[in-house]
């Protein structure tokens, strides 16, 4: 993030939109670079290393998907998805396959701020509440973003690891999923309580549970990381 409070890619083929978000985003101190198309993004990627990506699901050539897709084949940088209403299906599948954060087109410039500065808090590393939590078989390491699980690292997106974490520092405590949007989010999530499904759901595929730990559905409440 040199000379700058963080480096953005704004992927989207309207180029009106990108000049706008990018006028807001320089505002605020940070540098961006733009892609019209989904080929030129994942280049402009390699070379650029952005510390956040602001990815259009319609965009010729590859679509936003597919270049999320890429990005997580190697990559852990956060992705937030802009999405034109009412593409349910396409938000659920863009958090599914781990992006970071959706904010549905059109919207207000402060609230996209909001969200590029909340994403990029929580993915910042460098913060104070350093810390490694041990379970039998799971070791959760906030200072490098990690998970090793039955020995072996596993590779999973900020929002997934940041969940991961919050449970396991409250073992066997109850949320609801309104609670988690906003702890683990960081702000007022707009009520959708998929988001919150979705990564526990993909948290389980890679955490099947231990022999002394498991993340539980508390039926008609939310979840829990309970610890025997």
């Given amino acids: 993030m040199e000379g700058s409070i963080g480096k953005i890619l704004i992927v989207d083929d309207d180029e009106n939109i990108c000049e706008v978000i990018k006028m807001y985003l320089e505002s605020s101190g940070y540098t961006t670079k ?16 952005p510390d956040l990506v ?33 593409e ?58 990690s998970v090793v699980y039955k020995g072996n690292e596993i590779k999973m997106p900020p929002k997934e690891f940041e969940l991961l974490y919050y449970l396991a520092n409250n073992k066997n405590r109850v949320f609801t999923r309104e609670q988690l949007l906003c702890e683990v989010w960081g702000y007022d999530y707009p009520g959708d309580s998929r988001t919150v499904d979705v990564h526990v759901k993909r948290l389980r595929e890679k955490l099947p549970g231990g022999s002394n730990w498991q993340i539980e559905t508390v039926w008609g409440v939310g979840y829990k990381f309970e610890v025997k």
């Fill in 54 to 86: 602001l990815l259009d699901i319609m965009l010729p050539h590859i679509d936003g998907i597919d270049v999320l897709k890429w990005i997580r084949k190697d990559y852990e940088t956060p992705v937030i998805m802009l999405t034109a209403k009412g």
């Fill in 88 to 145: 349910t299906f396409d938000k659920v599948l863009g958090l599914e396959l781990g992006a970071d954060d959706y904010i549905v087109k059109p919207f207000e410039p402060k609230e996209l701020l909001a969200r590029v500065k909340a994403v990029l808090r929580r993915y910042n590393s460098d913060n104070t509440n350093k810390e490694i939590i041990s379970f039998e078989d799971l070791v959760i390491d906030i200072n490098s973003y």
């Fill in 34 to 49: 733009l892609a019209y198309d989904g080929k030129t993004a994942e280049e402009v990627f390699l070379t650029y290393k």
